[in-house]
């Protein structure tokens, strides 16, 4: 099975839960606009936003954005928006090579087929939520870190045969 | 010598690869392509082993899985339990040997319970070995019963694994009606999947004779397959039994892969369309004898000969009630077996006899002679003559049973057909249609068409457009059932099987029926008709024929019983796929499980999967000696612990004061900024839910805790609550259990740590004192410190980023060597919150207190208007009913420890309880063993000696105050 599953340095993370318009307002600052449709995400530069629930997002930014966080999620932060910095929340993971799909179909019952190219959604990886999101070159996942061993463990355990189509 | 079976040509067999394979340890060898059952039979091994109860002698009687008569299993490493063995592809090298029989099928010790039969009828257990106890018989009735062996162990080669796969149509079954749906479904290009048990497409087709579209029958197959194959939008799986239907199109199918390496895979199937093309099983017929090995279903016989090259006997008797049987007469009589007679039971000829085949109508096998193989059959005419006919192979022809399993699972409605003596599927407006002969469309021609139909159908649903071409075939003999459901012969109906897997007889029918059992599930369950590995497959309908005939009922009323899944074995290994070992299940840890395994700590799961440190045993410590010394480290100096899994939220929103109102049984929306306070949460029942510390960070904003094993059910209580209660409410809750972690440093010398960490935040008592909260630097490192205490002891819980709590940690521990620092584990916890006498879950609160239970009444406001739980508290307070309130308990040997759970009765006597001890354990500051329980009217029996009630010994103990150590909370508030 020729696949290659490896970790995605940090990255700044916001779960932001709020009233939409402040949304905006915030995601606007990182030179981004909200995703049209739920379980998508939208980019500007280094900078994506996935939207992921009812009136729920998560911004991803490079590492030295952490730097203004104080200013953002502090007492000042607008009253209708809940942000979080939530980088050591998640772990990131990347999935790519020629057999990613088939590696993905053991993990995870998402149907792989229907997820469009800006896919961001949660799913359920090995048994344990996930955020799954679609890249030209494969996947990348993001799940709780406290689960990171474990995922490794499971990753290290699929099976090297890959069914042919028919079989 | 044995006589061989293999037919010198034909079959769809490769001759020029033999395989050896051994049986009960003698050395066969078949080709490949054969199963094992038909490399058997092609060896002339007609006896493959014993019944389930009476060790009847078996032997193979079908060509799939509605096997009712022989299983077998594999031998040392490759041991499986059941298996079906027209089911397994032959393979080099398998070692196979019959099951419930010793020490061989030929001889088996327990034959005797043939002679046992009279004393060992449907339900005897209920009846029988019941004095002077059961349990004196039961050990040898368990070690008797069953039929293969549990494996001892995992299987020396191959791996197990699940996958999952979405389709848009997924067709179970590539016999004529699924490979026709899943070809007009490939032109679609919609997703198709079409999954069969064989390893070789074609069903019923690969063991019979017939054209489609001017080509052979199994040409038809390969060329079809191949365009599948071709097909970017088509999946084919082979070897893959679909054994589950659940809920929305998902299915579960078990495929035994023929690559090395893989033993068996699991496939989760979802699909929006499901076309269930699995056929109909061929019906057995019920009279004396009919179990015996030679008895085979006709198509079977057809099958062995033209798939397998196999002769089953040289001169067959065919019994039917229905014209498909003539079908089998051409591939018999061309492989050399001799036709005895056609027994028909209906009194007329349906269609145009088999020339030179003698017919006898109107007639019906009594009962087989011979002793491990059939011999001849005794037959009755029309007209009462008896006539012993010699053969050894008996071809039997009930009718035919539409697969309906699937269809079953999935809660689609079953109506009999009177017309086909059939229990068929009535088509409903859903995701699901039948097609072919689970359809009830018995026939080639019929089950073209209905599988071309049933794909159209499907294709229209997924909202696309389909033409239903439908492949033109050779003409097929009409089916013109007449019902016949068993001999009726008296006296004689003790060895008329109904279902041969499970030794029920035609006579077990009747004595249920006796005996008062009228629903088709009372008498299922009675006799165990239907309950084996086939599931009656073969005989279920029989039964149910027999209790219309026994009740004058009618068949559509009795019904059938509701079929379960799994439709065959299935592995647990292929369900539970790569969960195996480390990751069986799921585990969580902290940055700080390195080191603390570094330190030797003793790690075990401590709720929601987390992996913490129970104790750090120092060389030669037992778990006790190292939890005293944690404990008095905490207790005189200074400990440390790692809080990190405890949930933490946080909230906000213009609302947030007033959920947090609604959800604990105190107030929180008058908490001043960067003040905290405990609160319990109720269930709607009004019972404890979780207890934790909430901090006011600002107008609308708190710092949420919850215990960490209800971290995650506390937040879908909120959820619910405020999606379902209150959904016009403006507030948020964000999981931060893993953005910041914490080291709670605790003891006396807590302060003088922290100081020594270096920290911008005035660590005065009057600047920071209890349940207040702090932000800044600590250590170098962005901070949040709370004084909340679950030790008793003054405590500050330093909460950082993850990513710096290694660093954090490290930092504490070298700036409290010289005060000792002890890090400590869960076990020490236990031990320090016992002598504080605070809650815990699954102890104290263990889902049937409330606060008052537990002396907490003063943290049920009164002057909240509402609460969650608040009207169900009052109204069980309300009753009057006696409840079980906390107590301490203070052992009257001091150094006596009580096993926690053990209850309290009245003077120790074996009478119902009175209690129970929640917790109990050696406290090092008091000198002595220190317990809670929850004890009936506890709060009013302060003094009163109780009695706790082991296997062992009945212990006493004097009733206390719950709070062992510092009652008055005068360290953990410094």
Not at chain 2, 599 to 626: D, I
Not at chain 2, 629 to 651: H, Q, W
Request: glycine share 10%; hydrophobic share 40%; proline share 6%.
């Amino acid at each position: 099975m020729i696949f290659e599953f490896s970790t995605v340095p940090r990255f700044t993370l916001l779960d932001i839960k709020g009233d939409i318009r402040a949304a905006e307002r915030f995601a606007a600052a990182f030179g981004l606009t909200l995703p049209a449709t739920t379980n998508s995400r939208a980019s500007a530069g280094d900078s994506e936003i996935y939207h992921i629930g009812d009136s729920h997002w998560i911004l991803r930014a490079p590492p030295q954005a952490e730097d203004q966080l104080p200013s953002i999620c502090g007492p000042e932060s607008p009253p209708d928006l809940l942000v979080q910095p939530v980088s050591d929340t998640w772990a990131i993971y990347r999935l790519s090579g020629t057999d990613k799909d088939g590696v993905l179909s053991v993990c995870t019952s998402l149907d792989i087929n229907a997820l469009p190219e800006n896919a961001a959604t949660f799913t359920e990886i090995l048994g344990e939520k996930a955020l799954i999101i679609s890249r030209p070159e494969g996947y990348e996942f993001l799940f709780e870190n406290s689960y990171s061993a474990f995922m490794e463990d499971h990753f290290s355990r699929i099976s090297n045969h890959m069914p042919t189509r028919q079989d | 010598m044995k006589r061989g079976n293999r037919l010198p040509d034909g079959g769809l067999i490769d001759r020029e690869r033999q395989i050896n394979f051994t049986f009960n340890g003698r050395s066969f060898t078949g080709l490949a392509g054969d199963s094992v059952a038909s490399a058997l039979l092609a060896n002339d091994r007609m006896l493959i082993g014993r019944s389930f109860k009476y060790h009847r002698p078996r032997g193979i009687m079908s060509a799939g899985y509605e096997e009712p008569g022989a299983l077998v299993e594999f031998e040392a490493g490759s041991a499986s339990g059941n298996e079906i063995p027209a089911l397994l592809p032959l393979r080099e090298g398998m070692r196979v040997k019959s099951v419930n029989c010793w020490p061989s099928p030929e001889f088996d010790l327990g034959g005797v319970n043939q002679l046992l039969a009279p004393l060992l009828p449907a339900g005897f257990y209920y009846k029988t070995f019941m004095r002077p106890d059961w349990a004196l018989f039961e050990p040898w009735v368990r070690r008797a019963a069953g039929l293969a062996a549990v494996p001892r162990a995992a299987p020396e080669e191959g791996a197990y694994e699940t996958r999952n796969l979405n389709c848009d149509i997924l067709v179970v079954g590539a016999g004529a009606a699924g490979l026709t749906a899943a070809s007009i479904g490939a032109a679609s290009g919609l997703r198709i999947v079409i999954a069969d048990m064989d390893r070789q497409p074609g069903g019923a087709l690969l063991g019979c004779e017939a054209w489609i579209e001017e080509l052979p029958g199994t040409d038809w197959v390969r060329k079809t397959a191949a365009e599948l194959k071709a097909a970017d939008n088509v999946r084919l799986l082979r070897n893959t039994l679909v054994w589950a239907c659940r809920e929305q199109n998902l299915l579960m199918a078990r495929q035994n892969p023929e690559r090395s390496g893989e033993r068996e895979r699991n496939w989760r199937l979802r699909a929006r369309q499901l076309i269930i093309a699995t056929g109909a099983v061929e019906r057995m017929m019920v009279f004396p004898g009919n179990d015996r090995p030679g008895v085979m279903l006709a198509s079977s016989v057809r099958n062995y000969v033209h798939r397998y090259a196999v002769r089953p006997g040289r001169r067959a008797l065919i019994f039917t009630c229905n014209d498909t049987a003539n079908e089998a007469v051409p591939a018999l009589t061309n492989a050399g077996i001799e036709i005895a007679a056609i027994v028909d039971t209906r009194p007329e000829p349906q269609s145009v006899p088999t020339s030179g085949i003698r017919h006898i109508h109107g007639a019906a096998i009594t009962r087989t002679s011979g002793r491990k193989r059939v011999r001849g059959a005794l037959i009755r005419h029309a007209n009462g003559r008896m006539e012993q006919i010699e053969c050894d192979l008996v071809a039997l022809s009930g009718g035919w049973n539409p697969s309906l399993q699937l269809w079953s699972q999935a809660r689609q409605p079953i109506t009999y057909n009177h017309r086909t003596s059939m229990f068929v599927p009535v088509a409903k407006a859903a995701a699901i249609r039948c097609a072919g002969a689970a359809d009830g469309c018995i026939g080639l021609a019929a089950a073209l068409r209905s599988g071309a139909m049933a794909g159209a159908a499907a294709i229209k649903a997924c909202g696309c457009r389909a033409s239903a071409a439908i492949p033109e075939c050779s003409p097929q003999t009409r089916y013109n059932a007449g019902p016949w459901w068993h001999d009726e012969a008296p006296g004689r109906a003790q060895n008329a099987f109904v279902d041969v897997m499970n030794d029920v007889t035609l006579a077990d029918i009747h004595l249920a029926l006796r005996e008062g059992y009228r629903s088709i599930e009372h008498v299922k369950r009675y006799t165990t008709a239907g309950m084996g590995l086939d599931q009656g497959r073969t005989g279920n309908v029989n039964i149910v024929g027999a209790i219309a005939e026994a009740t004058a009922a009618d068949m559509e009323t009795i019904g059938v019983t509701t079929f379960r899944s799994p439709v065959a074995p299935v592995s647990f290994g292929s369900i539970q796929g790569t969960r195996e070992g480390s990751v069986l299940l799921p585990y969580r840890h902290t940055p700080l499980t390195e080191w603390n395994v570094s330190r030797g700590a003793v790690m075990y799961e401590a709720g929601a999967r987390w992996r913490r440190p129970g104790y750090f045993p120092q060389s030669g410590e037992s778990m006790h000696q190292a939890v005293n010394r944690e404990a008095g480290a905490v207790r005189n100096s200074v400990g440390v612990y790692d809080g990190s899994p405890l949930g933490t939220f946080a909230v906000k929103g213009r609302d947030a004061a007033r959920l947090l109102d609604m959800l604990y049984t105190n107030r929180f929306s008058d908490l001043p900024l960067h003040q905290g306070r405990y609160g319990i949460m109720l269930t709607d029942d009004g019972l404890i839910l979780d207890d934790g510390v909430s901090f006011r960070l600002g107008e609308c904003e708190f710092l949420m805790s919850t215990s960490t094993a209800n971290a995650a059910r506390v937040y879908r209580h909120v959820q619910k609550f405020l999606h379902l209660e209150r959904p016009d409410w403006q507030v948020w809750m964000t999981d931060l259990t893993c953005q910041w972690m914490n080291a709670t440093i605790c003891g006396p010398a807590a302060r003088e740590i922290v100081a020594a960490l270096g920290t911008d935040i005035d660590l005065g008592r009057g600047k920071f004192p209890f349940m207040t909260i702090r932000e800044g630097m600590v250590a170098g490192l962005p901070a949040r410190i709370s004084r909340v205490s679950f030790t008793g002891e003054l405590s500050f819980e330093i909460n950082v980023r993850a990513r710096d709590l290694c660093q954090l940690w490290e930092r504490v521990i070298d700036a409290g060597k010289a005060y000792g620092i002890t890090p400590i584990g869960s076990e020490t916890n236990h031990v320090l919150r016992v002598e504080k006498g605070f809650l815990s879950l699954g102890h104290e609160v263990d889902g049937t207190t409330d606060p008052y239970d537990l002396g907490m009444g003063w943290i049920m406001s009164k002057k909240k208007s509402d609460f969650l739980g608040k009207r169900s508290v009052s109204l069980r307070r309300r009753r009057g009913v006696p409840r079980r309130e906390l107590v301490g308990l203070a052992t009257a040997d001091p150094a006596q420890v009580i096993p926690e759970g053990a209850p309290l009765t009245p003077g120790g006597r074996r009478e119902k309880s009175e209690g129970v001890v929640t917790a109990s354990v050696w406290s090092e500051c008091c000198g002595r063993s220190v317990s809670l329980a929850l004890l009936q009217d506890g709060r009013a029996r302060h003094g009163e000696t109780v009695h706790i009630r082991t296997p062992e010994e009945v212990m006493e103990a004097r009733v206390t105050g719950s709070c062992a150590w510092d009652p008055q909370g005068t360290r953990m508030r410094s």
